[in-house]
């Protein structure tokens, strides 16, 4: 049984399908067997950031409506043992991603599986739903920025009342906080939101804070999930988020300065 | 208070500003999300049957739902036109 996380976010542009690149690919590293699948029909993105886009041949609706096989569909990723991406539709409307479509893809997979990582689209439609409804555990990825606060804020209510484990009466989905484009400058001369103030509003567990990094944009140009740099800031800050999925404690690093009490509080460390 | 405190808390940083107002509307958002779904209709019959007596506009019949471990309560707000509720 694979465990089913999603990385959601309501708003756009906030880091979810890096995020989702890199935490599967940590996770593979780690020696699990995981598969990271793109929510976003019509916008294909993941591929781009998983270097794979000129691998495509079949994609999550072809595996919807049988005219491929899961193992046409899914590419091995080439750089990372365990890792296989299943690209989303680039040509079809968004409704071909159909509630018992994809839950029979999810059922499929989940049996040779550790883990699936589903990159949601943006918003609070169809896509975004179809995203959400399986997981067993979700991402919420949020800038420290007040619409992307708010919108993490409704995302957090849709998981409590419209996912599946909600439906069902079953154990609540496991909620995580990730902050993303952390700039602790300007946090200390009061221009942007502090971890501190996100999570005195989302109040939820936090699994990471990475850090605004060039290093993001050079490892997209280059196709190359953010992690896999083990020296910038990012992909060491990613590279922790991924232990502590792993239930590991690690203290936060790339955090400078006046939150270090606060800290300590939260992480003994 | 010395002369800086003074310019300190007259001018607030502009992420404690938008601290402040997020607090305020996902407060106000997460209370309408735990409304029952049965709501909007209620406040609109309560509208129907009010202004067979009264003329009131939309907004000033407010209907809200509040649970407590024990017991819920419903609390009904109506506003009434001034010379309604002011007699002569
Ligand atoms: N930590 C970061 N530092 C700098 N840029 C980032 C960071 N995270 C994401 N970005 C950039 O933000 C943009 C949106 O990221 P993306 O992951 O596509 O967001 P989403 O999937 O939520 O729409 C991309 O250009 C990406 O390179
Ligand atoms: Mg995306």
Do not use: W
Not at chain 1, 109 to 116: A, I, N
Not at chain 1, 183 to 205: A, K, P, Q, T, Y
């Amino acid at each position: 049984m694979a465990r089913i996380i999603v990385v959601t976010s309501g708003k756009g542009g906030v880091g979810k399908t890096t995020t989702s690149a890199s935490i599967s690919t940590g996770l593979a590293q780690r020696g699990y067997k995981t598969a990271v699948i793109d929510f976003d029909v019509g916008l294909r993105n993941l591929d781009l950031i998983m270097n794979c886009e000129r691998r495509v041949v079949y994609d999550f609706v072809n595996v919807i409506q049988g005219e491929a096989t899961l193992n046409q569909a899914l590419i091995r990723d080439k750089r990372v043992e365990n890792l296989f991406i299943l690209p989303a539709s680039q040509t079809r409307d968004k409704e071909a991603l159909t509630a018992e479509g994809v839950q029979k893809v999810l059922d499929e997979m989940s049996e040779t599986f550790d883990y699936l990582v589903c990159d949601s689209p943006a918003g609070i439609e169809h896509g975004a739903l179809m995203a959400l409804y399986h997981a067993d555990e979700a991402i919420v990825v949020t800038n420290p920025e007040v619409s992307s606060v708010r919108d993490s804020d409704r995302i957090l209510g849709i998981l409590q009342s419209k996912s599946r484990r909600a439906e069902q009466g079953m154990d609540p989905v496991k909620e995580h906080l990730l902050l993303t484009r952390y700039n602790s400058e300007r946090v200390e001369r009061g221009e942007m939101l502090s971890l501190e103030d996100v999570n005195d509003i989302l109040s939820i567990s936090l699994l990471g804070v990475i850090p605004e990094s060039q290093a993001v944009l050079n490892a997209s140009n280059q196709g190359s999930p953010v992690i896999l740099e083990d020296e910038s800031e990012a992909g060491g800050a990613y590279a922790d988020a991924v232990a502590r999925l792993l239930g590991e404690e690690r203290p936060l690093r790339f955090l400078d300065g006046q939150k270090k009490g606060f800290l300590k509080r939260m992480f003994g460390g | 208070m010395s002369f800086f405190d003074y310019f300190k808390t007259k001018k607030k940083s502009s992420a404690s500003v938008a601290k402040e107002r997020l607090q305020i509307i996902v407060a106000h958002e997460r209370n309408t999300r735990e409304q029952p779904d049965y709501l909007p209709e209620l406040q609109q019959e309560l509208l129907a049957v009010i202004r067979r007596y009264v003329e009131i506009e939309d907004d000033q019949v407010q209907v809200q739902l509040d649970r407590n471990d024990s017991c819920s309560v419903l609390e009904l707000n109506v506003t009434l036109p001034e010379e309604v509720a002011d007699p002569q």
